[in-house]
């Protein structure tokens, strides 16, 4: 079935370094979307991407749909504490049904 | 406009018993989805519900149901509990056109099957 590969698994990182994590696939798909989870609660609705090689921003967010379609990428500038958690990518396909990424964990450094 | 709400948001159970828990999505989104996440794991994808019928569903055993009403509220059904079945079940709704895939989800509720 289909496939979302996200890495890296998890992030250490130190405050104000910018971030970068992927989703790829050897599918093709019609709708790339980022979402964050803070511990013990849903995930929240970052960007949406509708269109191959769209590039959108979300504050210190940007995100991109792959120009193969088949990829996107989601990087955070600038990070700061409260961007711990875990971010999730999910893709639709033609049957517009969501397949999503096993989470990027992010983790700030003491 | 309200969020989607889950009811309730914690719930513990022993081995054998069934449980129900409950989704009201955002108004006027007519598509509710649930999904299973258990610790340190993604997001597995339950069922979807549009216009009070399946539309989609995961690979999970029988004993994991669900129905939609008319309101376009939602509730899943676990029977016959096991241990494994203890996780965040989140519901997510969106719009319900298949064009429309944001999905908006709930807080969860956290199930511990002791």
């Known amino acids: 079935g289909q496939q979302l590969n996200q890495s890296p698994q998890s992030m250490f990182i130190q405050e104000g370094e910018d971030v970068s994590m992927n989703c790829t696939s050897s599918?093709?798909?019609?709708?790339w979307l980022w979402y964050k989870q803070d511990p013990g609660e849903g995930p929240v609705l970052l960007i949406a991407?509708?269109?191959a090689g769209e590039l959108t921003s979300n504050g210190r967010l940007t995100a991109q749909f792959g120009i193969t379609r088949k990829d996107s990428f989601l990087n955070i500038s600038a990070s700061i504490p409260s961007d711990v958690g875990i971010y999730f990518c999910?893709?639709?396909?033609?049957?517009?049904?969501?397949?999503w990424g096993a989470g990027t964990k992010l983790i700030i450094k003491p | 406009k309200a969020g989607v709400t889950q009811t309730p948001r914690y719930l513990i159970k022993t081995r054998g018993q069934q449980v129900t828990l409950s989704c009201s999505p955002i108004?006027?989104?007519?598509?509710v989805s649930w999904y299973q996440q258990t610790p340190g794991q993604g997001l597995q994808f339950l069922f979807e519900?549009?216009?009070?019928?399946?539309?989609n569903k995961g690979n999970f055993p029988g004993r994991f149901s669900g129905r939609q009403f008319s309101n376009s509220r939602s509730e899943m059904n676990v029977s016959t509990l096991e241990l494994g079945d203890s996780a965040l079940y989140l519901c997510?709704?969106?719009?319900?056109?298949?064009?429309?895939?944001?999905?908006?989800f709930g807080p969860g509720t956290r199930l511990t099957v002791l």
């Open positions: 997510a709704s969106r719009a319900g056109g298949l064009a429309n895939n944001e999905q908006f």
């Open positions: 108004s006027g989104h007519r598509s």
């Open positions: 519900y549009f216009s009070e019928t399946q539309r």
């Open positions: 599918s093709i798909f019609n709708t």
């Open positions: 991407l509708y269109k």
């Open positions: 999910a893709a639709s396909d033609s049957n517009y049904q969501l397949i």
